[in-house]
């Protein structure tokens, strides 16, 4: 079986592959609060989508980020690429202002049947100059606030399972390790770590991990039985293998 890598390496000031695979950055703004590290992804993505009231996240939350600048230099310098959504949620003076800039809006209210995250990563995956990269979402505002919302976005990694997409908070990432691959995820100390959780999501699994306190050794997970929440990274490199789907979380730290 394949291997994976996966290394949080967009969480660096200065992108670098970290021996892993070299991967073409999208960001991805859902409608909940900013985390404070948006800039710093912003600059490795090479495109910027907002979801429907991600827009409004945009254009109201990441001034407070550069107190000491005027929010409209701001709002210009980090002018979303694309919005996408059922248009629902964004308010039509934030619309207006981007439409300006020059950002393309996709309405995409004629399909109630998917949340705007699922939207926009299908617009990502047709993406004709994206093809043939190997491309991660990275989804700020994924956690938090509503859980139907945080469970329909979770959903989502299951839908595109063969996608590398992460979903991010200011507290942690979730991403889906497919049990297509085994798995070597190397960890940046300095910015994640050391909580992290293995959830089987798709059904039971039978796991076998190194590089935890609490390491699975062939080892039964279901729901309503064992999952492995609150353990916690011991070295550098995790490696996982499974039979079935597995959610990986790690924390992210406070600067
Ligand atoms: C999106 O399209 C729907 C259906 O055509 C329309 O009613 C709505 O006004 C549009 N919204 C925006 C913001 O363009």
Redesign the pocket.
């Known amino acids: 079986m394949e291997l994976m890598s996966h290394s949080s390496t967009f969480l660096l000031p200065n992108l670098s592959s970290d021996g892993g695979p070299v991967l073409t950055y999208v960001l991805v703004i859902l409608n909940q609060h900013l985390p404070r590290f948006t800039p710093l992804i912003w600059k490795h993505a090479q495109l910027h989508m907002c979801a429907d009231g991600g827009a409004n996240r945009l254009y109201d939350e990441l001034p407070l980020l550069f107190p000491d600048e005027d929010a409209l230099a701001v709002r210009i310098r980090y002018k979303p690429d694309v919005i996408k959504g059922d248009?629902d949620s964004?308010r039509d003076d934030v619309?207006g202002f981007y439409k300006n800039l020059g950002t393309e809006?996709v309405?995409a209210?004629?399909d109630q049947d998917t949340t705007d995250l699922h939207k926009c990563v299908a617009y990502i995956q047709d993406l004709p100059n994206l093809k043939n990269q190997n491309i991660c979402i990275l989804v700020a505002g994924a956690l938090g606030g509503r859980f139907d919302h945080e469970v329909g976005n979770i959903n989502v990694l299951c839908r595109f399972s063969s996608m590398r997409i992460i979903l991010l908070s200011d507290d942690c990432l979730i991403q889906l390790l497919p049990s297509s691959h085994h798995h070597e995820i190397r960890i940046q100390h300095a910015f994640e770590g050391p909580h992290c959780g293995l959830i089987p999501i798709g059904g039971p699994s039978k796991s076998t991990t190194t590089g935890l306190q609490w390491n699975l050794d062939d080892t039964e997970m279901n729901f309503g039985g064992l999952i492995s929440t609150s353990n916690i990274v011991k070295e550098e490199v995790v490696t996982v293998r499974s039979n079935s789907n597995l959610l990986w979380t790690i924390s992210i730290k406070k600067p």
């Open positions: 248009m964004v619309l809006v309405n209210s004629d």
